[in-house]
């Protein structure tokens, strides 16, 4: 593994969604923002809704939405799991935006914390999509 | 003789479309044995990461969870019981059951009150025909289960381990002291066996895939905390393990009933060729009859003529 790459892993349950180089990944964990770059220190970490960042070697950069779960880094390897995570080129923006309106007109969901997850769900994945273009 | 040709060829058709049927299923699981297997590599790298982080945080701090606490005097267990939805998969759910009753024998035999929880149209009806209580029960996925099926799974099942035993009674199996799944681990496409697992109190494997020398886990820094890490970390754990379990049980159902499928398949051919057979016999039969019959009566008739003349 060369020294000043970071080798990413973005696992979601039921598939290993993407995979790669990285010069840097942003991803936001409960305690704010986190921005990591090679030779991180060793960290686990739990992980909210939101979106990840992938900066490759060459310049591109790749944007999930992933639901809340962990982050781990150790000898310039990251893992990001999480049970549900696409990608911004997969997520349709028409239908998150619909699930967005839906999950916040409620009614739909039997508890309020339900309905807040999938707004927060929603938001993540329009917010990716917003990001990536 | 001519009644009961008629009635072999009938039975030969219906042979027939039964063979038709038979083949259809065996292809289709054929098919979709494939997509299980797919469906659970795909799912290993998840299960691999998580086990990684579980014996990461259990190997650095001494944080003690409740998940992984031992029960000082077990007096309660649940069983997880992963049937199919379908029949016509010869043995498999039967297995499965068995299996499951020899484990709550076991249980019992220990002193422990057995809750039942399955998966399955399968083991419902096996368990209402007894007449028999379960706690819950879930269906209608048995051959393509999703993580969120086993998230709700899981969720259940903690909340039982988890709940205060003072709560205990027959209907909402609170206060459950250990767990256990029973499903079909799918070895090889011809073997199939039905296990039982302790799931909680969790055991947190460190052996299975052993990490290479060099690759010694690191010291790692834990956001926010240790603590917080593993709440959050276990469960998922469970319910990895629980998809896992699902998985494995679709696959082997699949298997199952290709097998089945295809010794039905077999035997409708060996039956067409009995029924060929005689069916041939029997036309065969009622050929020379009616030769014999024109014969005789010719005979008969020429008999008639020479004397009247």
């Not at chain 2, 997509?35 to 799912?43: C, P, W």
């Not at chain 2, 649940?78 to 043995?91: E, K, N, P, Y």
């Not at chain 2, 799974?153 to 909340?159: Q, S």
């Not at chain 2, 029973?182 to 199939?192: D, G, H, I, K, N």
């Amino acid at each position: 593994m060369s020294d000043d790459l970071l080798h990413v892993e973005l696992v979601a349950a039921d598939r290993l969604v993407w995979s790669g180089e990285a010069k840097m990944v942003i991803a936001r964990t409960t305690e704010g923002d986190v921005g990591i770059l090679p030779n991180h220190a060793p960290m686990l970490s739990l992980m909210v809704d939101g979106v990840v960042d992938v900066q490759t070697p060459e310049g591109e950069t790749w944007v999930a939405a992933v639901d809340a779960g962990f982050l781990s880094v150790a000898n310039n390897r990251i893992s990001i799991l999480s049970e549900h995570a696409e990608m911004s080129h997969e997520i349709d923006l028409e239908k998150a935006r619909a699930d967005l309106e839906r999950a916040k007109s409620a009614g739909e969901y039997e508890t309020e914390a339900e309905a807040e997850e999938a707004v927060r769900h929603a938001e993540a994945r329009i917010r990716a999509v917003e990001k990536a273009s | 003789m001519a009644v009961s040709l008629r009635e072999y060829r009938a039975r030969i058709k219906s042979v027939e479309s039964t063979k038709k049927i038979t083949r259809a299923m065996e292809l289709i699981a054929a098919s979709r044995i494939i997509k299980a297997q797919q469906r659970a590599q795909a799912a290993a790298p998840y299960a691999r990461e998580l086990t990684r982080a579980v014996s990461a945080v259990a190997t650095y701090s001494n944080v003690d969870h409740p998940l992984t606490t031992e029960p000082e005097d077990p007096k309660r267990a649940a069983i997880l019981i992963v049937t199919s939805d379908r029949g016509l998969a010869g043995g498999y759910s039967s297995g499965v059951l068995k299996e499951a009753e020899r484990l709550a024998e076991k249980l019992r035999g220990e002193g422990k009150e057995v809750d039942t929880y399955i998966t399955g149209r399968k083991g419902v009806a096996y368990f209402k025909f007894r007449r028999r209580p379960t706690v819950e029960e879930w269906t209608g996925f048995s051959d393509q289960p999703t993580y969120d099926v086993a998230r709700e799974i899981g969720d259940t099942l903690i909340g039982a381990f988890l709940s205060e035993e003072e709560l205990a009674s027959e209907e909402n199996g609170a206060g459950v002291d250990e767990v256990h799944v029973v499903y079909t681990r799918f070895r090889s496409m011809l073997v199939q066996e039905p296990t039982a697992v302790r799931l909680l109190p969790l055991e947190v494997v460190e052996g299975e895939e052993r990490p290479e020398a060099e690759d010694v886990l690191p010291l790692y820094e834990f956001e926010p905390s240790a603590a917080e890490v593993l709440d959050e970390l276990l469960p998922r754990y469970v319910q990895s393990r629980i998809f896992f379990a699902l998985l494995q049980a679709a696959a082997s159902e699949l298997a199952a009933r290709q097998r089945a499928m295809k010794s039905a398949t077999d035997n409708a051919e060996e039956l067409i060729k009995k029924y060929k057979r005689i069916a041939n016999q029997a036309r065969q039969a009622g050929i020379t009859q009616e030769i014999s019959e024109i014969v005789g009566g010719v005979n008969a008739l020429a008999d008639a003529t020479a004397g009247s003349e």
